[in-house]
């Protein structure tokens, strides 16, 4: 077979993996939502590039395409991050093919060829067409559009390329984020240096400016990037792959807590200690729940020593969002690392109750870390105690409550160790990514209307009082989803064992 026709039958490979896996069948419903939020983020895109176009248009110092290119480190910034809730590295994608005939990189050279071709690589051109259309086209031609509009491509898919490099070593690796913090701290240097984001905004500018008239060196150092971060990738993606399928690891005999404290608890504390032990064994769980940590952390002292986010919307959204990072991260994954041992826990009767209840009791109590670490918002004057006691509480009972729900809807195994090869590696579950924005923007939408209505004191107060009904009813509403388990038994057995 030529590479062409490899790239056609690995692509066609592709379509029907989508369509027979678990998570299309399961969250169909889900992806209309995020087809409706994808029209949203595309009309967002128009506004801004309205707004910004207007600002080239009544502008007397700088260009249309000196003003888009001059905040194209922040374009590129957000790009990175959004990449992280879709995009799929072609690592994740190999292990199929990687007892078949074909030459080494065959299968990772379509794969990168498919990554490089998405649509996803668009999107960014809903604000950049109508912004060209606007203030580029009629006042300086259609080639320096063209080249406008290429320059910027270019740059996305070296975006892009970099993120795939970078999530890759991530997987093996969290250390790894310091080459994102380097790579992005290297882009806004001019900014961090002169600690002004004016001689930002003119780098990038002029930079920006001899590439939309065609300035070849310029289109050569793009290129030259884009090839070598390719390069770079091929044998990353191939390696790590390889690594993971031929890797045999020596068995350590070591000492191993007990965590006797749990035995108070009875068959709950034996739960609470399997998801301690688990956190602690096994390489993904233990690397979300790192994620989760430094995340908390990252927001709680911007929150506390900065004054980024000092209107009251903002600090009620960040102060709703630090509370829900570890439901986000981790407890919207309910049972599917428990899809890896499910026949296990099937063997007695309610066995699942417990375990439901164990993880609500030890997710419940992570909460305290973000309400100490806000400590010095309380000195601050940024919040009030009622304020985080109540968002606490609020996020304990109602957003855990809806966390959970996804225990009886997931039914795709998340492998607990294997990052590459593993079949549920692929992190593509939509409606957890619904349900995510949901808790994150419904109770802010509530807080604040309960606020405006009732004050700041007896608003919070309702917050609070909701938020503790919800605790004081989790047995209740934690029954309703093991019993909602048991009648999708069959259909969520069949999905974890046939995506281990």
């Known amino acids: 077979m030529t590479r062409y026709e490899i790239f056609k039958a690995l692509r066609k490979h592709a379509k029907l993996a989508e369509r027979r896996s678990i998570a299309w069948q399961q969250n169909k419903a889900a992806k209309i939502f995020l087809m409706i939020g994808a029209g949203f983020t595309i009309a967002y ?20 395409c000196e003003l888009m290119y001059g905040f194209s480190p922040f374009i590129l910034a957000v790009d990175f991050l959004c990449r992280f809730l879709m995009q799929q590295t072609p690592s994740q994608q190999l292990k199929p093919y990687s007892l078949m005939p074909l030459r080494k990189y065959d299968c990772v050279d379509c794969f990168m060829a498919n990554s490089l071709l998405s649509t996803g690589n668009l999107i960014w051109f809903a604000m950049f067409i109508p912004y060209a259309i606007m203030s580029i086209v009629f ?21 892009s390329q970099l993120y795939m490099l970078i999530r890759t070593l991530i997987n093996n690796h969290i250390a790894w984020w310091l080459l994102a913090l380097l790579v992005y701290g290297l882009i806004f240097s001019p900014w961090i240096v002169n600690l002004k984001i004016d001689p930002m905004l003119d780098a990038y500018s002029c930079f920006g400016d001899k590439l939309s008239h065609g ?103 960040w102060c709703v969002y630090n ?57 601050m004057g940024k919040y009030t105690l009622l304020q985080l006691v109540a968002v606490m509480a609020f996020t304990a009972g109602v957003e855990y409550c809806v966390f959970m729900q996804m225990a009886v809807y997931n039914k795709q ?47 919070m107060v309702v917050v609070l009082v909701v938020g503790l009904l919800f605790i004081f009813f989790h047995p209740w509403w934690i029954r309703n989803i093991y019993q909602r388990m048991m009648k999708r038994r069959y259909v969520n057995f069949e999905g974890f064992r046939s995506s281990r």
């Open 139 to 159: 006042v300086e031609g259609i080639w320096v559009t063209l080249a406008f509009l290429l320059g910027l491509y270019l740059m996305i898919l070296i975006n």
């Open 215 to 317: 300035h070849p060196l310029c289109f050569l150092v793009l290129l030259v990037l884009l090839c070598v971060l390719i390069a770079i990738n091929r044998k990353i993606q191939y390696s790590f792959t390889w690594k993971e399928l031929t890797e045999a690891k020596a068995t350590k005999i070591k000492h191993v807590s007990q965590l006797s404290f749990f035995d108070r608890f009875g068959e709950v504390g034996e739960y609470i200690k399997l998801e301690v032990k688990s956190i602690m064994r096994n390489k993904n769980m233990r690397t979300s729940f790192i994620f989760a940590n430094a995340i908390v952390l990252m927001f709680s002292l911007i929150i506390s020593f900065t004054d980024v986010y000092d209107n009251p919307f903002m600090n009620t959204f």
């Open 45 to 64: 895109l128009m506004f801004f590039a309205v707004i910004l176009a207007l600002a080239a248009n009544s502008s007397t110092s700088v260009t249309a």
């Open 413 to 459: 195994t998340m492998p607990l160790n294997t990052k590459f090869i593993g079949k549920g590696s692929m992190e593509n579950n939509s409606m957890q990514i619904v349900v995510e924005l949901l808790v994150f923007f419904v109770p802010i939408v509530f807080i604040r209307a309960a606020v405006a209505i009732l004050g700041d004191m007896w608003g």
């Open 323 to 379: 509370f829900a990072i570890y439901g986000a991260m981790i407890l919207v994954k309910v049972m599917c690392y428990e899809g890896n041992y499910i026949d296990c826990l099937i063997v007695r009767k309610e066995n699942l109750i417990s375990l439901l209840k164990a993880k609500y009791c030890f997710y419940s109590a992570l909460l305290l870390i973000p309400l100490i670490l806000m400590i010095p918002t309380l000195i």
